[in-house]
């Protein structure tokens, strides 16, 4: 069964930093990972989408890349901002059934 | 504007009563699934349903019905044998099975009066 870890749990950085967040999985056969940010009492948006046959994927600020090997991806944010201040998630699909484990999240706290 | 909606956005129970949360999709994906999400934790999978007039159970369906009568819609009965309703519900949505982008809706919070 697959099993998503993401650490810290919480992090709080000033303004301005360059900062990573960490998502690991068990299983290596997936077939993407993606990337989400939920604002607190809302629903989750999407911010990157790595296939299993990429490395990375950048959006503005955002880079994500992925090691299958390792079974671990990070998203680093650069230059953080206080609006970026929000819970980040990462997702995996099953490869059999199609549904997607979660890891629990990462608050993030950016300080002007 | 293509998404999902959710509906109601807040939603009370009371002991021994079923409610339904309306899940409805415009963006014309055939895969529509129902996550649950408690404080502090991730998402976790209720039911998912790959194509009309079928869906199959999730990690935690106990207490929990679906139907899937079009594709568009995908609404989640939440029964008085769910003894523990109080959390946050999500419904997402993609292209196929799970293996494209996910997109979610906006969210239910559920309690119990």
């Known amino acids: 069964k697959q099993e998503v870890t993401q650490i810290p749990a919480a992090l709080s950085v000033p303004e301005g930093e360059n900062l990573v967040l960490n998502c690991s999985f068990t299983?290596?056969?997936?077939?993407?990972l993606q990337w989400f940010r939920q604002d607190p009492g809302k629903g989750l948006t999407s911010l990157l989408l790595?296939?299993?046959?990429?490395r990375e994927q950048t959006s503005g600020r955002l880079n994500a890349s992925l090691d299958k090997s390792s079974g671990r991806s990070t998203l680093y944010i650069a230059a953080s901002q206080p609006g970026d201040s929000a819970t980040y998630l990462c997702?995996?699909?099953?490869?059999?059934?199609?549904?997607?484990?979660f890891g629990d999240g990462t608050t993030l706290t950016v300080k002007p | 504007d293509g998404g999902i909606t959710q509906s109601p956005k807040y939603l009370f129970r009371k002991e021994g009563q079923n409610v339904t949360l309306s899940c409805e999709q415009n963006?014309?994906?055939?895969?529509m699934y129902w996550y649950r999400q408690d404080p502090g934790q991730g998402l976790r999978l209720i039911y998912y349903?790959?194509?009309?007039?079928?869906?199959q159970k999730g990690d935690i369906a106990e207490g929990y019905s679906v139907s899937r009568e079009k594709k568009e819609s995908f609404p989640l009965t939440v029964t008085s044998a769910q003894k523990n309703p109080t959390a946050f519900y999500l419904c997402?949505?993609?292209?196929?099975?799970?293996?494209?982008?996910?997109?979610f809706g906006s969210g239910t919070q559920l309690s119990v009066l």
């Open positions: 997402a949505s993609s292209t196929r099975s799970g293996n494209e982008k996910l997109f």
């Open positions: 299983d290596s056969a997936i077939y993407n």
């Open positions: 790595i296939q299993s046959s990429q």
């Open positions: 997702a995996v699909p099953n490869t059999n059934a199609g549904k997607s484990t």
């Open positions: 963006l014309n994906h055939d895969a």
């Open positions: 349903s790959q194509i009309v007039n079928d869906f």
